[in-house]
T-cell receptor, first 116, second 115 residues
Framework: AQSVTQLDSQVPVFEEAPVELRCNYS??????LFWYVQYPNQGLQLLLK??????LVKGINGFEAEFNKSQTSFHLRKPSVHISDTAEYFCAVSDYSEGGSYIPTFGRGTSLIVHP | DVKVTQSSRYLVKRTGEKVFLECVQD?????MFWYRQDPGLGLRLIYFSYDVKMKEKGDIPEGYSVSREKKERFSLILESASTNQTSMYLCASSLIRGQYQETQYFGPGTRLLVL
């Protein structure tokens, strides 16, 4: 089974500064990677995903992530954050289950706190 | 847009009570999931279902059971609630199995407090 490590539990940053949220996964032949965001008192929603092709993936709200196979990483970046980006961010990796479905394994989450 | 709804946003129950959490999705998704979310632990999979009447244990199934009698509805049951089951419970659904691009769509969550 896959494992996902989000290296920072909390990332404080000032508004309009750049940010990087780090994610590393255990190695596998086929990897499908996701970033989800959870705003306060809401469920999770997809930010972006990597399935194949270009290693630079663009998502919603100006976020992007880069798949690095040699470093088994999928770090999330934004060049200039807004107060509204304050949320919990989860990295997830899909793994193949015996039942024939790709079951995601989630990291523990990174709390992004944007200060004015 | 996919919509996943959960029967309650907040629940307060007593130790030993039987608790039902219900989840409904309106996009004909095959897969449905139940997670619990705790601070510092992220999301942990309790059970998932890839078809009606089919279920598979996740990482932490102890103390829980599930029911999927209809495709759109997936219920989580706490047979005898305990205080260590106080948590946020999230339901999710996704497209049919075998498709790797399985983006999950989440409900808003049910915050359960067991006294």
């Amino acid at each position: 089974a896959q494992s996902v490590t989000q290296l920072d539990s909390q990332v404080p940053v000032f508004e309009e500064a750049p940010v990087e949220l780090r994610c590393n996964y255990s190695s596998s032949v086929s990897v499908y990677l996701f970033w989800y965001v959870q705003y306060p008192n809401q469920g999770l929603q997809l930010l972006l995903k990597y399935l194949s092709g270009s290693t630079l993936v663009k998502g919603i709200n100006g976020f992007e992530a880069e798949f690095n196979k040699s470093q088994t990483s999928f770090h999330l970046r934004k060049p200039s954050v807004h107060i509204s980006d304050t949320a919990e961010y989860f990295c997830a990796v899909s793994d193949y289950s015996e039942g024939g479905s790709y079951i995601p394994t989630f990291g523990r989450g990174t709390s992004l706190i944007v200060h004015p | 847009d996919v919509k996943v709804t959960q029967s309650s946003r907040y629940l307060v129950k007593r130790t030993g009570e039987k608790v039902f959490l219900e989840c409904v999705q309106d996009m004909d998704h095959e897969n449905m999931f139940w997670y619990r979310q705790d601070p510092g632990l992220g999301l942990r999979l309790i059970y998932f279902s890839y078809d009606v009447k089919m279920k598979e244990k996740g990482d932490i199934p102890e103390g829980y059971s599930v029911s999927r009698e209809k495709k759109e509805r997936f219920s989580l049951i706490l047979e005898s609630a305990s205080t260590n089951q106080t948590s946020m419970y999230l339901c999710a659904s996704s497209l049919i199995r075998g498709q790797y691009q399985e983006t999950q769509y989440f409900g808003p969550g049910t915050r359960l407090l067991v006294l």
